[in-house]
């Protein structure tokens, strides 16, 4: 895991899935999408996680995913109860600025994406200096593990791109 430049307490590994296009086609095959959200498509599974408005119901997280899970739980150190997936079917779907809320998840714990598909960059702004800005390129299969810090002092956002390929981006927490 390699700590993130100007972002303290980020932490990428670039290559933490060895198949990813594999496990892209399989999640873009068996997944029912949610498509509540307006600019992407979602899936919750495990304990839920709720937000913008949005309640999903508990799933069992597919054994693909679950083997996952139980990867990062040996980067993090801490269970993982929770995979939100986002997916981004065109370029031009995106989404704002935002820090993830901590108020349900277990505190001292961690928010980890692991990126498929095609390569997008996940922009970072500091909360009390808007005009510090940092890009952090995520290609199909990286890992980025984002401590309770970041989302303290740092938003983050996924701009659109609009010639970037379809891209999924699965999120790990652990829930209260």
């Known amino acids: 895991m390699t700590p993130q430049p100007h972002i303290e307490g980020a932490g990428l590994d670039e290559a933490f899935v060895s198949e990813p296009s594999s496990l892209f086609e399989l999640l873009q095959r068996a997944i029912t999408w949610d498509t509540r959200m307006r600019a992407r498509l979602t899936a919750s599974f495990g304990a ?6 949005i309640t999903y119901p508990p799933v069992p997280m597919p054994p693909e995913l679950e083997a996952l899970a139980r990867r990062i739980e040996d980067v ?4 993982i109860t929770n995979s939100l997936i ?13 820090s993830d809320a901590y108020a349900h998840l277990q505190p001292g714990t961690t928010v980890s994406i692991v990126s498929l ?3 997008r960059t996940l922009r970072f702004r500091r909360k009390e200096a808007k005009e510090h800005v940092v890009d952090v390129p995520l290609r199909s299969g990286s890992l980025l593990v984002m401590q309770q810090r970041v989302q303290d002092e740092w938003m983050h956002a996924l701009p659109p791109e609009p010639e ?11 829930i209260l």
Do not use: I
Request: no cysteine; net charge positive; aromatic share 16%.
């Open 48 to 53: 839920p996680y709720n937000y913008s408005g």
């Open 76 to 79: 993090v150190q801490h269970r």
């Open 86 to 98: 986002n997916f981004y079917p065109e370029g031009s779907s995106s989404m704002g600025f935002h």
């Open 117 to 119: 598909g095609g390569p």
């Open 164 to 174: 970037a390929p379809q891209r999924m981006s699965l999120t790990f927490r652990h």
